[in-house]
């Protein structure tokens, strides 16, 4: 796909999330025979994912470094570009984004964040931007395929993780020299401080809350953005994630996603007493949510066929220890848990995809089942593994410890289950 031809998708897409569309509900019909091109883009994905991820995971797992010689892989196929994305996200069933992710993450989760953790930076442009600011910025997330970069989304700050409405990084109008300027400390950031375009989270107006929030394109190079510290991680140990320190960074006036006139009307809106359509921080989580379900849902399908052919092997008592009603079992609802997920991420990513209005929070139900099921499914996995399970020499232990931030990112469990039940009960529970 043309950058030109990428950002027209993208205008339409951004009119279809802010409900400037009256095409919801007529797109493609929820199927789930597979057309061609999904079929293409699996497979394509799956043999990156074979030949070059998981032979790859074992070793950046234990270096717990970014994996640039596979990203730059990546980059040289393909698959890590915008025009990629853009492929992924122009699918109008929804379904290709999850497919993409499943596979990727089944190969490997750290590497599989490492190539990926660019695009929460990218749907918050994508979501929030302009059509000039999307043609401008996301293209420098990717770099270009000799020379790749990745992006980082800094929402979370030491004090405000699920609490977003606490943020405390701050954002002030110069407008003498119309910049914009930063100050705070972000945390857990994926790719914080490597990246070349950071995209800060910041609140203009703090009595606000969230409705006060803004987004902010930090470019390569700023002065005042510097990377805090590395965080060390019990898993997806190949992705990045560290603080980031912005210190009287400036910004220019055009580095406000959605511009300022767009800002100043919402902040209006809101002091008036009146509903903001959009806050900054949620509205990159929502979108993304089915597609972190699916990244999940690959480590879950990784273990559970791992651990299913060593059941067939591995011998005990003369006979192979799936030939016990309580190996097969487990086995049994381990596929029945995955594809039951599978069901939900990828409702979740048609609704979103064609417009339909997430009523129950389907959204949250979709990560939050294939989270929980990511975390379970791998830990079944070691139980049938055994010894061998509870080793580095086996890679089930790398996927449970890597599925493990699944209930944890992109919104807790507790988190999810709070979203939900507010939105099937009216209710405001707390
Ligand atoms: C590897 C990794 C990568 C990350 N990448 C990014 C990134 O790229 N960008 C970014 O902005 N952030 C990122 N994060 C941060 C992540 O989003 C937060 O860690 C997450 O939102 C949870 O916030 P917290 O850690 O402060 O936990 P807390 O909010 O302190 O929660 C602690 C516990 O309390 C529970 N809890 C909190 N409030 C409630 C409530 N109201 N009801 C019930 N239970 C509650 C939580 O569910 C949790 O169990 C990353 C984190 C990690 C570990």
């Known amino acids: 796909m043309s950058d030109t031809a990428a950002v027209a998708e993208a205008e339409a897409l951004v009119a279809e999330a802010t409900g400037d569309t009256d095409g919801a ?40 470094e970014t994996p640039w010689p596979v990203i730059q892989e990546a980059a040289k196929i393909g698959l890590y570009s915008f025009e990629a994305l853009g492929q992924f996200w122009a699918d109008e069933t929804g379904l290709t984004l999850p497919i993409a992710n499943e596979e990727l993450f089944w190969g490997d989760a750290g590497i599989g964040m490492a190539i990926m953790g660019t695009s929460l930076a990218v749907a918050a442009i994508f979501g929030q931007g ?19 970069k990745v992006a980082a989304f800094c929402s979370s700050e030491p004090d405000a993780g699920s609490d977003v409405s606490a943020i405390r990084t701050t954002a002030k109008y110069d407008e003498a020299t119309d910049e914009w300027i930063i100050n705070g400390q972000k945390a ?51 992705s990045h994630t560290a603080d980031v320190h912005l210190d009287d960074c400036r910004v220019p006036g055009a580095c406000l996603l959605g511009g300022k006139e767009k800002l100043d009307e919402r902040l209006a809106r809101v002091r008036e007493g009146k ?55 487990t086995l049994a609802d381990m596929k029945l848990e995955i594809d039951a997920a599978r069901l939900l991420v990828w409702r979740a990513a048609w609704m979103g995809r064609s ?22 499914a791998t830990e079944r996995a070691i139980q049938i593994l055994g010894g061998n399970g509870y080793t580095r020499e086996f890679p089930v232990e790398r996927m449970h410890r890597d599925a493990k931030i699944y209930t944890i990112f992109e919104g807790t469990s507790e988190i999810q289950r709070l979203v939900i039940s507010r939105a099937i009960s009216g209710v405001h529970i707390k």
């Open 25 to 64: 509900g007529e797109g493609p019909k929820f199927t789930l025979e597979l057309n061609q091109d999904q079929k293409d883009i699996r497979e394509w994905v799956h043999g990156f994912a074979e030949g070059v991820v998981r032979p790859a995971a074992e070793e950046w797992d234990e270096r717990e």
């Open 355 to 376: 417009g339909h209005k997430f009523e129950n929070a389907e959204g949250s139900m979709s990560k939050l089942k294939a989270g929980e099921v990511a975390v379970w």
């Open 130 to 148: 302009t059509p000039e600011q999307m043609g401008e910025w996301i293209p420098q997330c990717f770099g270009s395929a000799d020379d790749p």
């Open 188 to 238: 857990w950031a994926t790719n914080g401080g490597i990246a070349d375009v950071h995209v800060v989270i910041a609140t203009v107006d703090r009595e606000l809350g969230s409705r006060g929030h803004a987004a902010f394109i930090v470019p390569p190079g700023t002065k005042g953005c510097e990377q805090g510290a590395k965080v060390k991680k019990h898993g997806l140990r190949a």
């Open 275 to 329: 509903k903001a359509k959009s806050q900054a921080a949620m509205q990159t989580f929502e979108a993304s949510r089915p597609t972190v379900g699916a990244q999940a849902l690959g480590i879950a399908r990784a273990a559970y066929e791992y651990s299913l052919d060593y059941a067939k092997e591995r011998r005990q008592f003369g006979k192979a220890i799936i030939e016990n009603q309580a190996i097969a079992f």
